[in-house]
């Protein structure tokens, strides 16, 4: 893969897909734990917050798509 640096998938992980995705075959792993997490809803993904504020991010595949690699980088920085 072009750019292999930005993607890393791991198929033998017991966690593995750990959120639902159209397509697994591109499911990245890099951002195994989200590094956007601390951003509360500025993260660029789909959180829900549960009753006692608690951020909740089941549903979302943003940093698990290898697309998303350059934004959450730009975020960091």
């Known amino acids: 893969m072009e750019n292999s640096y930005k993607y890393f998938k791991n198929d033998r992980c017991k966690y593995f897909p750990c959120h639902t995705a159209p397509d697994v075959r591109d ?11 601390g951003l509360g809803d500025k993260c660029c993904g789909e959180p829900q917050n549960t009753d006692q504020n608690i951020k909740v991010c089941t549903n979302c595949i943003f940093p698990h798509l290898p697309e998303s ?9």
């Open 69 to 77: 690699y350059d934004i959450i980088v730009g975020k960091l920085m």
């Open 27 to 37: 499911f990245n792993c890099l951002f195994c734990f989200c590094p956007l997490y």
